[in-house]
Structure formats: structure tokens, C-alpha cells
């Protein structure tokens, strides 16, 4: 399929059927999609980096996901909680954060180097970005444009992710994803 066949992000799905039935190969499947096919910010048009963040007890038992480009070791977590889905979360906002910064602080600092780090030709804001970032180029950070996330939970049947009694973390990123 082209890009434009492919589901545009933000989007939630669950892939429901019995056992047995590929729903984590299809879930599979379609995240390779995007990988073959690629993301571009619909207000740039830069092409987007993906990141396949994955929580499943089941993941090493499970060889489909070895397939997946965008699936980094350290994305891998063997099981789900409130308190780590929370952590992931923090974690995307962390990295976006870190990738703004960096952003703003590489174009003045290029700026700096083509006036051959004369601080008197740069403005009182730039030194001030240039002062954090202590007059050295700055540290490139894990990804240096725009990221689509890519949160896949599988076989949580009977974790905490369905919780019976109030609302789990899950419940809440759903409800609020549109925001």
C-alpha cells in the first residue's frame, strides 16, 4: 500500500481474536508498513523517525517483532504497570523536549561557527542559548527531528492494564489521546 493507505497517526487499535488467530502478526505487519513506507510531518514535510515502543510478557517467546527496524532493545519491557507505562510516557515527552533543545541550540550554534565564534556578532538571546549549552556544539540527542510513537501492548490480559476498580494508566492515555 502507498502512505496514504495507511492509517494517518494518532490513532488507538486493538487487534482482537482467539488465539492462535495472527492478531500480533498483524499488528506486526502493519508497523512494517510504515517502516517500508515511511511518516512525513504533515506541516514540513520532513520525513519522521518512528519508534516502536513495545510491553509484552511474551516478547522474546514471540519472533514476529525481531522483524520490526524501529524496535530498539531498550524499548523492549517484559511487562506492564501503571508506573511504567507512565515512565514510557515521561520518556517520549523527555525526548521531545531534548530534541527542541537541541533544535534551537545547533542553529545558533551553527550560526556561532559561521561568524567564526565571535560572540559580538550573535544577539543577547543566542549567548544566553549558547552560555546553556556551555560555547560546545551541542550533544546530538536520540533523535534530532519528528518522532511518531509507536506504543504496542501485547498479551496484558489479567496485568493491571485492565483494572476492574478505577481507572489504570491505560485507560487514561486512551481516553485522552485525542488531547
Same mark, same amino acid.
Given at each position: 500500500?502507498?502512505?496514504?493507505? %495507511?492509517?494517518?497517526?494518532?490513532?488507538?487499535?486493538?487487534? %482482537?481474536? *482467539?488465539?492462535?488467530?495472527?492478531?500480533?502478526?498483524?499488528?506486526?505487519? +502493519?508497523?512494517?508498513?510504515?517502516?517500508?513506507?515511511?511518516?512525513? $510531518?504533515?506541516?514540513?514535510?520532513?520525513?519522521?523517525?518512528? #519508534?516502536?515502543?513495545?510491553?509484552?510478557?511474551? /516478547?522474546?517467546?514471540?519472533?514476529?517483532?525481531?522483524?520490526?527496524?524501529?524496535?530498539?532493545?531498550?524499548?523492549?519491557?517484559?511487562?506492564?504497570?501503571?508506573?511504567?507505562?507512565?515512565?514510557? +510516557?515521561?520518556?517520549?515527552?523527555?525526548?521531545?523536549? +531534548?530534541?527542541?533543545? /537541541?533544535?534551537? =541550540?545547533?542553529?545558533?550554534?551553527?550560526?556561532?561557527? #559561521?561568524?567564526?565564534?565571535?560572540?559580538?556578532?550573535?544577539?543577547?538571546?543566542?549567548?544566553? +542559548?549558547?552560555? $546553556? =549549552?556551555?560555547?560546545?556544539? *551541542?550533544?546530538?540527542? #536520540? /533523535?534530532?527531528? *519528528?518522532?511518531?510513537?509507536? %506504543?504496542?501492548?501485547?498479551?496484558?490480559?489479567?496485568?493491571?492494564?485492565?483494572?476492574?476498580?478505577?481507572?489504570?494508566?491505560?485507560?487514561? %492515555?486512551?481516553?485522552?489521546?485525542?488531547?
Amino acid at each position: 500500500p502507498l502512505q496514504a493507505d %495507511l492509517p494517518r497517526p494518532y490513532f488507538v487499535a486493538q487487534f %482482537l481474536g *482467539p488465539r492462535g488467530s495472527g492478531k500480533t502478526y498483524a499488528c506486526v505487519e +502493519l508497523l512494517k508498513q510504515y517502516e517500508t513506507h515511511g511518516l512525513r $510531518d504533515p506541516k514540513t514535510g520532513a520525513m519522521c523517525a518512528q #519508534r516502536i515502543i513495545l510491553m509484552s510478557p511474551t /516478547y522474546s517467546a514471540n519472533p514476529v517483532f525481531e522483524s520490526l527496524k524501529h524496535l530498539d532493545e531498550s524499548d523492549e519491557l517484559d511487562n506492564y504497570s501503571d508506573s511504567k507505562l507512565v515512565q514510557v +510516557l515521561d520518556d517520549i515527552k523527555l525526548q521531545k523536549e +531534548l530534541t527542541a533543545t /537541541y533544535l534551537k =541550540c545547533i542553529k545558533v550554534w551553527r550560526k556561532y561557527e #559561521r561568524a567564526n565564534f565571535d560572540d559580538e556578532r550573535m544577539t543577547e538571546d543566542e549567548l544566553l +542559548l549558547l552560555y $546553556d =549549552c556551555n560555547f560546545t556544539e *551541542p550533544e546530538k540527542p #536520540r /533523535y534530532t527531528g *519528528p518522532v511518531v510513537n509507536f %506504543l504496542v501492548l501485547d498479551d496484558l490480559i489479567g496485568s493491571d492494564a485492565f483494572k476492574s476498580t478505577g481507572k489504570s494508566a491505560l485507560t487514561e %492515555l486512551v481516553l485522552k489521546n485525542r488531547h
